[in-house]
């Protein structure tokens, strides 16, 4: 072989390798993305079902897009959740936060007819009051609001209380026979 096809032979060779380096990598780079793409979706989502992002905890103000309960068309569905600041009539201010951090102050009307409970028991508006942490989700399937004094400790299933074994309890009886 002479020289000429020699020197060419390697430098189609080493073009050869470079562009498949750089697809390698570029393949890789969307491989990598892929993962930590799909890792963000599952983690978008807590334990209870509200996005949270991993950032520490559950939305105080969220809209999405759901379908409807007879499953016919989809509905824009609108969650707020805070601390009760005042309460007028059908109107509810909530404070959107922590007690470190304010999102926003917002007051919610609540349409006539909302199913209310207030510590897992049905209530009236009338019944929450200024200190309760409230979620309200309102859609065009209906509105419901629940509230919860500082103080409640919501009943597990089994009628225990969330306690020192934690919201799964503890472990299971083995069955003796």
């Not at 390697?10 to 890789?28: E, F, H, K, N």
């Not at 309960?69 to 609108?78: D, H, R, S």
Request: charged share 20%; hydrophobic share 35%.
């Amino acid at each position: 072989m002479g020289r000429r096809k020699w020197i060419g032979t390697i430098a189609v060779a080493t073009t050869c390798a470079l562009v498949g380096a750089a697809g390698g990598i570029a393949t890789s780079g969307a491989a990598s993305t892929a993962k930590t793409s799909s890792k963000t979706a599952k983690s978008a989502t807590s334990a209870a079902g509200h996005p949270d992002f991993g950032r520490g905890g559950p939305a105080v103000h969220s809209e999405s897009v759901q379908l409807n309960k007879a499953g016919t068309a989809f509905i824009t569905v609108t969650r707020d959740s805070g601390t009760v600041t005042a309460v007028s009539g059908s109107d509810i201010t909530l404070h959107e936060g922590t007690s470190t951090v304010a999102y926003k102050d917002v007051t919610v009307t609540v349409a006539s007819g909302a199913t209310v409970t207030r510590n897992d028991a049905a209530a009236a508006l009338t019944d929450i009051k200024v200190g309760d942490r409230v979620s309200i989700t309102q859609s065009s399937d209906g509105t419901e609001v629940r509230a919860y004094d500082p103080t409640f400790k919501p009943t597990r299933p089994d009628g225990d209380h969330h306690g020192h074994d934690g919201p799964g309890g503890p472990p299971p009886v083995a069955a003796t026979g």
